[in-house]
């Protein structure tokens, strides 16, 4: 894989992110800014409801009720999402379960996306991406409920992958897998990193996931960015925002990825 001359830079400025209208309106984000060099791994972090999954999906286009500035690569982003925006930036979901279509094969799903983004010689970048991802030719024509839970996670992050992207979106992509999985994943995730150049924009409630993978982490609370800390301020355990100490105390006694 050809990383020279790849970016992937993210930035996020004052932006509000809200659902519903009138009375009924939540405020789910509200006015975070922080930007992620190309080649990073940035992590939001913070308890269900913080408003951490609701950036990635405003990113992603899925969530068209905002406000503020989303640029990707310096370029400013607008109410829709094209070809060329999905061809560069990629999501992978929290459950690889529910993410994959439980009728279509493992060459479907691979193919189809391929095909999606116009790609040619299909099935030899299937067989590729079967492989960066750990999965020999014994699993190209299983079906979703033949896979484990690791498996799923590995095909999902294959499809994510098939355009060549340079930033990838995690979602909670570890939250869903059993403990013994989790650790696989994560260092699989390190590898694709650090073979292709990406850069990771990445969600999670887990302490330690965040900081087997991440850089620099953001903690929120309740929609707001309330700090922002490197891993190793987090790993020493420096935060300043009382939040941030609570988050930290409840992960002791409780690790399922060791950082």
């Known amino acids: 894989m050809n990383t020279t001359d790849r970016s992937g830079s993210i930035a996020i400025e004052q932006l509000d992110v809200w659902f519903g209208q009138g009375v009924d ?106 492989d960066d991802v750990g999965l020999d030719a014994r699993f190209r024509f299983r079906y979703p409920h033949q896979l484990s839970g690791g498996q799923r996670q590995r095909v999902a992050i294959a499809r994510a992958l098939a355009s060549d992207p340079a930033i990838v979106l995690l979602d909670e992509p570890t939250s869903a897998l059993d403990v013994s999985v989790q650790a696989e994943i994560l260092n699989l995730l390190t590898d694709l990193k650090n073979a292709r150049g990406l850069t990771y924009l990445m969600v999670s409630h887990d302490l330690a996931v965040v900081g087997h993978l991440c850089e620099r982490v953001a903690v929120m609370e309740q929609g707001v960015i309330v700090e922002m800390l490197t891993v190793s301020q987090l790993r020493s355990r420096q935060a300043q925002h009382a939040y941030t100490q609570r988050l930290l105390d409840s992960s002791i006694g409780y690790k399922r990825v060791e950082i």
Request: glycine content about 10%; charged content about 25%; hydrophobic content about 35%.
């Open 25 to 130: 309106r939540v405020d789910a984000v509200r006015d975070a800014s922080f930007d992620v060099a190309s080649g990073e791994s940035f992590g939001l972090v913070g308890e269900s409801g913080s408003g951490k999954s609701t950036i990635l999906r405003a990113l992603s286009g899925l969530v068209p009720t905002w406000q503020g500035n989303m640029l990707i690569d310096g370029k400013e982003l607008g109410r829709t999402r094209d070809r060329a925006f999905h061809d560069r930036v990629q999501m992978v979901f929290q459950d690889p379960y529910a993410s994959l279509h439980p009728r279509h094969s493992v060459d479907h799903v691979l193919t189809e996306t391929l095909y999606l983004h116009g790609l040619t010689d299909r099935d030899t970048r299937v067989r590729r991406l079967l």
